[in-house]
T-cell receptor, first 119, second 115 residues
């Protein structure tokens, strides 16, 4: 089945630094990728939707200059948290979607998540 | 606007007993409905989905869900719960929009299965 990986699985960084999270579709091409944020004991909140080769579409209230998303290829999207602060600490989950008629199909597959802790 | 409600924060059930995790939805047009399960510090695992057809949908790990259009519900069920079923369960609705779709999640229901 379609697999989505994330790297790193967990990261600790100091306040003011930037951290990059990678999301890869391992066995299918993902024209669209989604980034979610999940606070403890809460649901997933969609941060942004990115399409390969174009700018990401951010949800209302998400700072695009703080959460930089790059979807440079059909198998890789990155989320960079710039100038991280403790309130950015969270569980970040990516998701990838293929296209109809391709391996994986027009479905959404989720990565295992990345836990970010900002000290 | 599309939305998903999971009225129970937590469901407790004894091992071997049937379980139900409730979900109601509000969506214009025909709904695409999903259930996912999340174990601690892990991503979401797909359980089942309803697109069209039979109202009773069977999914992974013995789970099933019943689509009820009149009650706008999509409750998750399992005839006999296992301790290993203890996890966080999310109901979701897919909303089509320009260029693709967007998935909206409910708040989640934590299931505890006691041995």
């Amino acid at each position: 089945g379609a697999v989505v990986s994330q790297h790193p699985s967990w990261v600790i960084c100091k306040s003011g630094t930037s951290v990059k999270i990678e999301c890869r579709s391992l066995d299918f091409q993902a024209t669209t990728m989604f980034w979610y944020r999940q606070f403890p004991k809460q649901s997933l909140m969609l941060m942004a939707t990115s399409n390969e080769g174009s700018k990401a579409t951010y949800e209302q209230g998400v700072e695009k200059d703080k959460f930089l998303i790059n979807h440079a290829s059909l198998t890789l999207s990155t989320l960079t948290v710039t100038s991280a602060h403790p309130e950015d600490s969270s569980f970040y989950i990516c998701s990838a979607r293929g296209e109809r008629g391709t391996p994986g199909g027009y479905e959404q597959y989720f990565g295992p998540g990345t836990r970010l802790t900002v000290t | 606007a599309q939305s998903v409600a999971q009225p129970e924060d937590q469901v407790n059930v004894a091992e071997g007993n049937p379980l139900t995790v409730k979900c109601t939805y509000s969506v214009s047009g025909n709904p695409y409905l999903f259930w996912y399960v999340q174990y601690p510090n892990r991503g979401l695992q797909f359980l089942l989905k309803y697109i069209t057809g039979d109202n009773l949908v069977k999914g992974s790990y013995g789970f099933e869900a019943e689509f009820n259009k009149s009650q706008t519900s999509f409750h998750l069920k399992k005839p006999s719960a296992l301790v290993s079923d203890s996890a966080l369960y999310f109901c979701a609705v897919r909303r089509e929009n320009t260029g693709g779709f967007k998935t909206i999640f409910g708040a989640g229901t934590r299931l505890f299965v006691k041995a």
